[in-house]
């Protein structure tokens, strides 16, 4: 389930910022369940609170979730184990990468300095 969560969240058109500073705080589930009040306290624009209230319909992410498993693409949040060590070192990192192929090699030398 957490799946679907990430990819409710991954998806949202909102700054990578905002992103960032909720994922800092909660998981994806989490952040699902933020009423107003909550999401107000995080001190996140407006225009981005509206939309993650907007859109918490997870039958979009489920049918995205059959499309990547069809496709074999991964999705890893910074929260994962997975995520490139090398990305957290700079500023303004994806809060969510994409992957399809051999995931092993996202610590690896192509990783250089942040960038893939």
Not at 54 to 83: C, G, P, V
Not at 100 to 112: S, Y
Request: overall charge negative; some cysteine.
């Amino acid at each position: 389930m957490k799946e679907l969560y990430d990819l409710w969240f991954s998806s949202l058109e909102i700054k990578n910022s905002a992103k960032l500073e909720l994922l800092n705080k909660y998981d994806t589930k989490e952040i699902w369940e933020l009423e107003f009040p909550d999401l107000v306290a995080c001190e996140i624009e407006e225009k981005e609170i509206r939309q993650i209230l907007t859109s918490k319909n997870l039958e979009e992410a489920k049918r995205n979730l059959e499309y990547m498993k069809h496709k074999e693409i991964q999705l890893f949040s910074i929260k994962d184990e997975k995520y490139p060590q090398k990305l957290h070192h700079i500023e303004d990192k994806p809060a969510f990468l994409y992957v399809r192929g051999n995931e092993e090699i996202l610590d690896g030398d192509n990783v250089r300095n942040g960038w893939l």
